[in-house]
């Protein structure tokens, strides 16, 4: 088990609102990513992490802001939230190792009323 | 840019029968992997296999296959003799080598097995 966590799992939110997203993992993966899952459209890049403060954007970056200030913690910002960031986000870490398989949290679900 | 194509959005089959999800990708490189995942109604993501560019070997795991073939950019999976407990949604990923291993993902085949 890579030991991911989000936080929070669930959240209700309302439009204009920010929005703070945690993902921690405890095993010091160097890459972690932002992945938001939608209905016909499988899952995003949102934003991804390859070290402490480096970050770079993804397909689908608009609106979201990244940090990773410490290894273990990645937070995903919704500046101000609408209805169309409504959706169910992944965390996700790189396994060590070439080629390896990306290991995901168990997600959260973000409705933007 | 690299693309994964998955164009069976929900395939529906009964009990025993086998089914084929598939799986079309782009890149430019040459050196890059292939993944299965399987997300089931609890709605977390299991990873499956992964297979590289290199390696066109096809692979058995049970009654999952799955046929990589590099000349028609194309790595599908078959489940044989299908359970209920194969309902799923099911992707299929790449992953490039170099500098930031970007995962990119299909968009998803539904399967649906009924009793």
């Known amino acids: 088990d890579a030991g991911i966590t989000q936080s929070p799992r669930h959240k209700v939110t309302e439009t204009g609102t920010p929005v703070t997203l945690r993902c921690h993992q405890t095993e010091n993966h160097r890459y972690m990513y932002w992945y938001r899952q939608d209905p016909g459209h499988g899952l995003r890049l949102i934003h991804y992490s390859y070290g402490v403060k480096d970050t770079d954007k993804g397909e689908v970056s608009d609106g979201y802001s990244v940090s990773r200030s410490k290894t273990e913690d990645f937070l995903l910002t919704l500046e101000s939230a609408t209805s169309s960031q409504t959706s169910v986000y992944f965390c996700?870490?790189?396994?060590?190792?070439?080629?390896?398989?990306?290991?995901f949290g168990q997600g959260t679900r973000l409705t933007v009323v | 840019a690299q693309k994964v194509t998955q164009a069976q959005t929900e395939i529906s089959v009964v009990e025993k029968e086998d089914v084929t999800l598939d799986c079309v990708y782009e890149?430019?490189?040459?050196?890059?992997?292939l993944f299965w995942y399987k997300q089931p109604p609890s709605g977390e993501l299991v990873f499956l296999i992964r297979?590289?560019?290199?390696?066109?070997q096809n692979e058995i795991s049970g009654r999952y296959s799955w046929n990589f073939q590099k000349s028609t950019s194309s790595f599908n999976f078959t489940i044989t003799a299908s359970q209920v407990v194969d309902s799923a949604v099911y992707f299929c990923a790449l992953s490039e080598l170099r500098g930031t291993y970007k995962y990119i993902f299909g968009t998803g085949t539904r399967l649906k097995v009924l009793a």
């Open positions: 890149t430019r490189d040459t050196t890059y992997y």
């Open positions: 996700a870490i790189k396994l060590p190792g070439e080629g390896t398989e990306a290991f």
């Open positions: 297979r590289n560019s290199f390696d066109e």
